[in-house]
């Protein structure tokens, strides 16, 4: 199966910044779409950004505006550069790729990486 292994995360403050990175173990040009998510404990895991093969990209409301995604294909990573940070973006962030399909390719979500927002 398809590993993800997501890298960046932190403690910031209020108002900061962080860059996350995501490692995929297969070639990136055989991944329609990388995508971005965050899960608190206890609540459903949230769809945050997607970026397709072509670059095109899109986000959900909650990070539209202040969160941007990339993805550098000769590395086989994607990217989420996250700006203005507040403390209810404080969760655990995964990433992943869907086939052109829409199929998820890891059905595991990995270990993700922490980010915490607080003064």
């Known amino acids: 199966q398809v590993q993800f292994v997501e890298s960046g995360g932190g403690l910031v403050q209020p108002g900061g910044s962080l860059r996350l990175s995501c490692a995929a173990s297969i070639r990136s040009v055989s991944i329609w779409a990388m995508d971005w998510y965050r899960q608190v404990p206890g609540k459903r895991r949230e769809f945050l950004a997607t970026?397709?093969?072509?670059?095109?990209?899109s986000y959900a409301g909650s990070v539209k505006g202040r969160f941007t995604i990339s993805r550098d294909n000769a590395k086989n990573t994607v990217s989420l550069q996250m700006n203005s940070l507040k403390p209810e973006d404080t969760a655990v962030y995964y990433c992943?790729?869907?086939?052109?399909?829409?199929?998820?390719?890891?059905?595991?979500w990995g270990q993700g990486t922490q980010v915490t927002v607080s003064s």
């Open positions: 992943n790729g869907r086939r052109s399909d829409g199929a998820r390719l890891s059905d595991s």
């Open positions: 970026i397709t093969i072509d670059g095109s990209t």
